[in-house]
Structure formats: C-alpha cells, structure tokens
C-alpha cells in the first residue's frame, strides 16, 4: 500500500513525459495535480491507520521487492512508515499538492508542451522525494536523495535557454555531488561497521554501542553522512548553490527549496538518530555548523535586493536552526520546526511569486513599495508568514522555534543559543525589511500606493482579485495590478491558515499544552524496542559514577543497564528526563522556560520594531549607515565572497588541469596518438611488405620452391 | 638379380638424360621430343614394377596425348625457333636464376635423404621375381575393383575436374568472346 | 637385386631436374614441360611404394595423377595461347602487370 504514495507521481511523470505534448494544459496541470492529491490521500489514510496503533509499536512496512541480493550483502527495495516519515510525507504531500495548485496558474504563460515538461519533473520530483522519506534502508534512501538532487538541476535549470539558469542548474547539482559522495563514504561506512543499511536494524545495533567519547568509526561516519546533509540542506561549506537556485521557477523554489528537498538533510539525521547521538563529537559539529550558517545567512540576507534570494538566505538560516536541534540532541524539535517552516516558507515563496507574476517578471524590491493597496490576498498571507518566521506568538513559528532555543539553553549549548538567539533577531529583521520595502510605501517606479504608516492596520485597499486572464496588460505603468489568481490564491490561504495553526501540535507543557507532536516522534529516535530505558542525567550519574557524555534522542541518558530502568516513559510534557527530578527541580525548570518564552518574543518583536524603523519610518538613516559601512556592506551583498573564493581556489584549477593536462595531453596526445599510431603504422608495414609482388611469375615460383624446401628441410632436420 | 638391376639403370639412365636434356635444350621441340622418350623409359620401368597397366597408361595418355598437345601448341605458336632473344624491355632475372639452381641441388639432396631412409625396409627387395600377388598387383580387374570401390569419390570428382578443365580451356584460348 | 631406394633416388633426381627447369628456363613451354617431368617423377614414386607394400593403390593414385596432370596441361597451354595473342612472346619475365 505504501508503494502507491511515489507511485502515483511517479506515474504522472510518465504521462506527461511521454503524451506531455499532445495534452493540453488543463490536462496536463491537472493529471499533475491529481497524482499528488492521489499520493495525498493515500498518505493521510496511512498515517491515521498507523496512529490507531499502539505508540510503541507504530509501523508499516511495504517490503516492494528484492532488491540487491548478493552474498552478505542484501538490500530490499522496502518502504516503512512511521511517525516520523508520517509527517514528512505529509509535508512533502500535501504542501507539495498545494505548489502543484498554484503552478497551474503561475506557469499559464508557457508553451504546452514547457508547461507539461515542468509538470512532469514536478511530478517526479515528488516521487523521489517520497522515496528517500518512505526508504526503509539507505539505498533506497539514497535512490530518492539522488533522484531529487536530479529533479532540482532539471527544475532550477528549467529555462534552460538562460545562461544564468542553466549554470545555476549545474552548480546545483554539482555541490550537490560532493555531498553526495561523503553520503556514499558515510554509507559505507555503516556498513562496514554495522553489517546492515537497514535503519531500524542499525539503530538497534548502534543502541547497544556506548556513546562513543573519542573520534571513533562512529563519529566519522555520522560526519560523513552530515557532509552529505550539508550539500543537499545547504549548509556551509556547500550552501553556495540555494541562491543561485533562485534562477527556476518560483513555484519550484516554494517546492524544492523551502519545504522538501533541503530538509532531506535534516531528515535523514532524524531517522539516524540512535547513531547520531552516539557521536557527540558529530553533534557538536552539527550543531556548530547549524548555528554559524543560521548567522552568516542572516548577515547576507539583510542586504540582499531580490526578493527570492532574501527568502533563500533565509531558508539557509532556518535550515541552519533546524540542524542546530539536531546537534543539541532535540530530534523532535528540529523536525517540528522542519514542518512549520514547510508551510510559511513556502507560503512566503508563493506569496513572492505573485508578486513578480503581479509585476511581470519583477523581483528588485528596490523597484516595489505599496503594493498591498493593490495584492491584499499576497499582502496579507505574506505578512502572516513573515509573523510566523519571525517568531511571533501563537503562529506556528513561534511554538518550534521557541522549542529549538529553550532546549539548546537546557542542553547547557549557551554559546549556541546566544547565537541562534542573534539570528533569530536578524530574521526579524530582513522579513520585516522585506515586508516593508515590497508593501508598505511608495512605489518607486510611478504607483497609485500612499504613503502607509504603521505595521498593523486595517487596510480598504479594494479588492483586485481576478481571474487568470491574458498578461500582456502587465506593467508597472499600466494602471492596476492584478492579485493572485484562483489557483494560486487558494494555496497562499491555506498555507496560510496552516502558518498559524500547524503549530498547536507542538504547543509545551508550560504553558499548558502537551507537546504532542514530541511524543509522536518519541519512538521514531529511540532504538527500536528499547522503550523504557531512559532515566534522568542524575540518576545515571549515581548509578554509575560516570559523567553522562551524551544525550539520548530525547533528551534522557540511555542506561546500558540491563533490565527495565526505574521509570517507565511519562506523558508529562518537555522531554528533560523528569521523571525523576523532584517537584521544586520542575517547577524551577519551568520557570526557566517561560522566561526565555518571554524573551524570544520579545526579540521577535525587536525585530520588527528595528525594520520598522529602518525600513519604514527612517529609510534616511538607513541610507546614510549603507554609505558609511560602504565596505561591510560590499562583503555582505557579495555573500563574503565565498563564490569567489570557491571559484579561484577549486573550479578554475580543475579547469586547467582539464584543459591543459587532461584533453591536451592525454586525450589528444596519448590516446588519439595511440590510435592514429595503430593506423599509420598499418599503412607503414603494407608499403614495406607490398614490395613482395612484384608481378613476375618466376619469382613466385621460387618463393614456393624456398618454402618446399625450408618445410622439408625442417622434417628431414627432426 | 642382375639383369633387374641391368634393366634398371638402363631405363633409369635414358630418363634421367633425357630430363636433363628436356631441361637445358634450347630448342622447345627438341624438349618435347625428349619428353616422350623419358616417358617411354620411365613406362619400361614401371613395367619392371610389374605394373604393366600404369606403363600402358603413361605411353597412351602421357606420351600419346598430352605429349601431342605440346607439339601442337609449340608448331602453333611457332615456339621451335631459338627462344632465348630476349624481347626489349624485359628484365633478366639472374638472381632468381642461381638461386634456383642452388636450391634444386638442395632439395634433391634433402630428397634423396628421406626417401632413402624411408626405404629402410627388412625386405627392400623390389624385383625379387614373382611376388605371392604379382599377378592381381597388375592386374586390370584388380585395379578396376580398387578404383569403383575405394577411390570411388575421387573417380567422380576427377571427372568433374575434367570437364571443368575442358571447357576452362576452351573458354581460355578461344579469340574474342 | 634393385632395392626401393634406387627408384626413390631415381625420382628424386627427375624431380630436382624439373624443378631446376622451372627456374632456368625462359619459354613458358619449357617450364610446363620441366612440370611434366616432376609429375613423373611423382608418379614413379607412387609405383614404387604401391609395388612394395603389394597393394595396386599405387597405380591406381599414378592414374588419378595422370589425369589431373592431363587438365592441367590442356588448361595451361591454353593460357599459353592467350598469353601469346596478347604479346607475342613466350618469355614469362614480360607478363608483370600484377606489380604492386
């Protein structure tokens, strides 16, 4: 059965493969759409047949058949569901049906047959995205990491008649390459020590290893395997290709680059996550790198002028806080807040792209200003998403963003957390910026917005909604824009719905939820059949006398004890092992988080007070600060040129060596050399040996004589 | 014995002289008529072989027809008078020439060598007189049971080759197809 | 008492000499006849082996050889013939059109 959920996309990629041209493109868009609501609706009804099992046993397996078989070595192709592959693929599904939506209306302007081409990649692309996060072992995992890292190149690289569009295709998928390769070794390395690429089977065998406390197999490994998450999440050092992605499809970066394929990487150390954190040198690096991209994205992200490329940065630094929860060990929390940003990044992402679709092709926000007089659906979805990024209250981004800090601060992580505190302010800040620069004040080019004051307010913009109809009349000077059409405005709104609401899963303990969504995927980062095993940092510390050197998945020392442990698992709410610790130690620690719930907000709302000043109030100062930082500036716009850096130090070298050594030297030297040796030779010996005909009957009868005799003589001789 | 041997180095004699003299003649008539006569020297000697019906058979066919062919085409062509003008323009191959001399001396002597060896037989004796099957050894019944029985293909695929060899040879020197 | 070998020297002598005429002579005519003359040499070897193991093989090979030795001669003169249309001569050096 769970075959069926990449099936049907995959199937809708060979029909618009292969009748793409011929359909028209209601037909097209629409076989698209219906393969993912298909995938949709088999995947919703999994996931509420896998939640009427037990917790602790919360599985489905869909075995679709042998695979590798060779000697030791045996790899099924077998899907298997549970908690934690529930909500990617309901992630990957259903936001993926959504973008499906909207880009039935964005792409109108293409040819039939582009328009069928950009679905059917669509449509694979999702089937390999559900393969990696339904994949039961790592190569399968591995045919889905690879088969999205394609799809991103075909997608990014989709106008491919654009230079810049193309080579940004290629630099995808060649960053991309070189975290794949440390994916392999990382691999192989599990096998090597494991004896099995299956995940469950790994984890439990990983479970019973002590945390490794040295540079061990283990860590290096895991390392291996995050430079592979590095390369496909962008993270530093091989972020450099999500900006440069921007040049596809906005919906395709709504897709691929917000909601699914970048946090394939996060994905893929949640589901090894017994073995990760039996690698607290790994985690530490994780954790490490996580924090230092979240900031560095931030940075870049404040002086960017492209509408698209502010969301990329920002998508790098949120993927950036996603890993720092994986390095702190909050498993859980780094997959809630996979989700909630799925939904308002790629609500932000679509929002964006009705704005250029709006603006014919526009994506300078230096160029935008009062557009949400004239866009109030993009406006208003765009804002809340903005509110949710930031960290505001009661949305979505709010409950996991809060998780991630409050357990990096609780995990003792402090330099981490000042960090990630600091970037979560500048997030603040250039959403905000954004916000402001596209909606809010005048036009720059001639526009019909005032002059706007004020963050929050009701607006009695009129509504410009219409239809799809023809978009020649675009222009900025051509009188009235038109908002988002129908296909398109229904999933800004619904994404939008979801910014808000998709949080409510995961509201904490302290402020009287039960953290739900934590205790979903509790069993999915234990290793399995171990449930019942944790006890409290202090305990373990009594008992044996050792420092607890790592921490299990969700937050508790895993006792290597034999037997049962003392406590079984509680449903009492922030997984910080309490069952044990006394009252006064509970209500001290909830003390501890409702203050620092307290102070995110308030960064958030520092945030928005900070681009409010700069960016709508004051855009004087602003300018005059951009004079006088003039270099800093410079370093930020060029992204510290890391491009260039990579470029002097790695691309033009191998360029080199290519030209000069390898097709020069080698390629026409030796071996055209050896071939055309081969032939000239031939023709050489035929002149030498032709001269043997010489036409006279009498010589050859002597030749015929000389080897009567020579045979004879050879007999006689024996 | 003696007279075997007698009649031996006789016959053998005059073959032997006239393939010399076939060899080095200069005139091709000559040749040709020396031909016959080593023919007629050599059907002596297989008749002291006691195969008489392979004699018969090297005077009817060797010297009686293939011999008169020669002589036609040589009166045809005119060949009788001295070949040896070398027409202008032709090389002299003397190379070839000695070479082939020295090698003719070798293979007779590497000839000689073996086939002496072969005969190294307890009993070498040829013409020992009448030998237990002398009479069926030459005779016509015998052979012809021999050739319709064992030889038998290669009777049948001699007779193609000779019709191939006739119209080849019609075919070949007729004027203008 | 005429031992095999004495035959077998006889025909290796015809032999040489035929095949020595082959090269030394400069008339197409001569040099099939000196072919005649190895024939026979050949088939004076059949005749002597066939005569001492008693068996008639060996007439019945020497007829066989006669025979082959008949077509060859009548296909060679006729291309003798065709040849000395072509350019009146008899000398085999001149026929060197099959030069590389």
Redesign the interface.
């Known amino acids: 059965m769970l075959r069926l959920i990449p099936l049907l996309p995959f199937v809708g990629f060979l029909i618009n493969l292969s009748l793409g041209r011929r359909l028209s493109k209601a037909v097209a868009g629409a076989v698209a759409c219906l393969a993912m609501f298909g995938a949709f609706l088999v995947s919703a009804w999994s996931v509420w047949t896998l939640v009427q099992m037990a917790p602790d046993s919360r599985g489905i397996v869909d075995q679709v058949a042998p695979w590798i078989e060779s000697g030791a070595l045996s790899i099924p192709f077998t899907l298997r569901l549970d908690p934690l592959g529930a909500v990617m693929v309901l992630v990957v599904t259903g936001i993926g049906f959504l973008i499906h939506l909207y880009s039935t209306a964005y792409m109108h302007e293409e040819r039939a047959s582009e328009y069928a081409r950009y679905f059917s990649y669509l449509n694979l692309f999702a089937s390999f995205m559900l393969v990696l996060v339904l994949g039961a072992n790592f190569p399968v995992m591995f045919v889905g990491w690879e088969g999205v890292g394609l799809c991103s190149y075909l997608l990014i690289g989709f106008w491919f008649s654009k230079k810049s569009a193309s080579d940004a295709g290629k630099k995808a998928f060649i960053v991309n390459r070189v975290g794949d390769f440390g994916f392999l070794l990382g691999m192989f390395m599990v096998w090597v020590q494991f004896g099995t690429l299956d995940f469950q089977a790994v984890a439990h065998q990983a479970g019973q290893l002590p945390p490794e406390a040295v540079f061990g197999t283990l860590s290096i490994a895991t390392l291996l395997l995050f430079v592979g998450a590095t390369g496909k999440s962008a993270q530093i050092p091989l972020h450099v290709w999500l900006p440069d992605a921007m040049e596809g499809p906005t919906p395709v970066s709504a897709l691929i680059h917000a909601a699914t394929m970048v946090t394939a990487g996060v994905y893929m150390i949640g589901r090894n996550a017994v073995l990760f954190s039996h690698a607290p040198e790994t985690m530490a690096v994780i954790a490490g790198i996580g924090v230092a991209t979240a900031l560095m994205a931030g940075t870049i992200g404040l002086v960017q002028n492209d509408i698209k490329r502010v969301l990329a940065y920002s998508t790098v630094s949120q993927l950036g806080l996603m890993f720092v929860a994986m390095g702190v060990g909050a498993f859980a929390a780094g997959i809630f807040h996979l989700y909630t940003h799925a939904f308002f990044k790629a609500l932000l992402f679509l929002g964006s792209g009705a704005v250029i679709h709006a603006l014919a092709g526009e994506q300078d926000i230096r160029k935008m200003g009062g557009l949400r007089r004239e866009l109030p659906i993009t406006y208003w979805t765009f804002l809340i998403g903005s509110l949710a990024i930031a960290g505001v209250p009661l949305l979505s981004g709010f409950f996991s963003k809060d998780e991630i800090l409050w357990k990096a601060f609780s995990g003792g992580h402090t330099t981490v957390w000042v960090v990630a505190v600091i970037a979560s302010l500048l997030t603040a800040t250039y959403m905000f910026r954004l916000v402001f620069l596209t909606f809010h004040g005048k036009r720059a080019s001639a526009g019909s917005g005032e002059h706007a004051a004020g963050a929050s307010h009701a607006v009695a913009g009129h509504d410009q909604a219409s239809g799809g109809g023809p978009h020649d009349a675009h222009g900025a000077n051509a009188g009235r824009l038109h908002d988002a059409p129908p296909a398109m405005a229904i999933a800004l709104i619904v994404l939008a719905v979801g910014s808000v609401a998709a949080g409510y899963i995961g509201v904490p303990v302290v402020i009287g939820g039960s953290n739900r969504i934590e205790h979903f995927l509790a069993p999915s980062f234990e290793p399995p059949g171990s449930e019942g095993r944790l006890v409290s940092a202090e305990t373990y510390r009594a008992q044996t006398g050792a420092p607890a050197t790592a921490v299990s998945p969700t937050g508790a020392v895993v006792s290597p004890a034999e037997g049962r442990a003392e406590a079984p698992p509680t449903t009492a709410g922030a997984s910080h092992a309490e069952a044990i610790t006394s009252p006064e130690a509970v209500a001290e620690e909830h003390a501890s988080e409702l203050k620092l719930m307290a102070f995110s907000s308030g960064i958030a709302f520092a945030g928005i007070g900070l681009a409010m000043f700069f960016f709508l109030r004051r855009r004087d100062v602003t300018d005059r600060i951009a004079a006088r930082l003039a270099g800093l500036n410079r370093v930020l716009l060029n992204k510290y040129f890391i491009d260039e850096a990579y470029d002097a130090v790695i691309v033009q070298p191998i360029y080199r060596v290519s030209e000069r050594g390898l097709w020069t030297i080698v390629d026409a030297g030796l071996i055209d050399g050896a071939v055309n040796t081969a032939g000239e030779s031939v023709g050489g010996w035929s002149a030498v040996l032709?001269?043997l005909?010489?036409?006279?009957?009498?010589?050859y009868?002597?030749s015929i004589?000389?080897g009567?005799?020579v045979i004879?003589?050879y007999?006689?001789w024996r | 014995m003696g007279t075997d041997l007698l009649l031996f180095s006789l016959f053998g004699g005059v073959a032997v002289a006239a393939s010399l003299l076939v060899v080095l003649g200069r005139n091709p008539m000559h040749s040709v008529l020396l031909l016959i006569v080593s023919f007629a020297a050599l059907a002596a000697l297989y008749i002291t072989l006691d195969s008489p019906f392979a004699a018969v058979i090297q005077i009817i066919i060797y010297a009686g027809a293939i011999m008169v062919l020669f002589l036609f085409v040589v009166m045809l062509l005119n060949a009788h008078k001295e070949d040896e003008d070398v027409p202008a323009g032709a090389p002299t191959m003397k190379k070839p020439l000695y070479m082939g001399a020295v090698l003719a001396v070798v293979l007779a002597a590497e000839l000689v060598w073996a086939l002496s060896v072969a005969g190294n037989e307890p009993d070498g004796m040829l013409t020992r007189g009448a030998s237990p099957d002398s009479a069926a050894l030459g005779s016509v019944r015998g052979l012809g049971q021999l050739l319709f029985t064992d030889y038998a293909f290669a009777f049948e695929v001699t007779s193609i080759l000779i019709i191939v060899a006739m119209v080849g040879a019609v075919v070949l020197a007729k004027r203008e197809l | 008492m005429v031992r095999l070998e004495y035959y077998l020297i006889l025909s290796a002598i015809l032999f040489a000499t035929g095949t020595v005429g082959v090269f030394l002579r400069r008339n197409v005519i001569t040099m099939l006849l000196s072919i005649e003359v190895m024939l026979n040499a050949v088939n004076l070897t059949f005749i002597a082996f066939g005569r001492s193991i008693g068996s008639a093989d060996g007439q019945v090979i020497m007829f066989f050889v006669v025979t082959v030795a008949a077509a060859e001669a009548a296909v060679g003169l006729a291309l003798v013939i065709a040849l000395f249309r072509h350019r009146e001569t008899l000398n085999p050096d001149v026929f060197t059109s099959l030069k590389w």
């Open positions: 032709r001269r005909q010489t036409g006279s009957i009498r010589a009868a002597l004589f000389v009567v005799v004879l003589g007999y006689v």
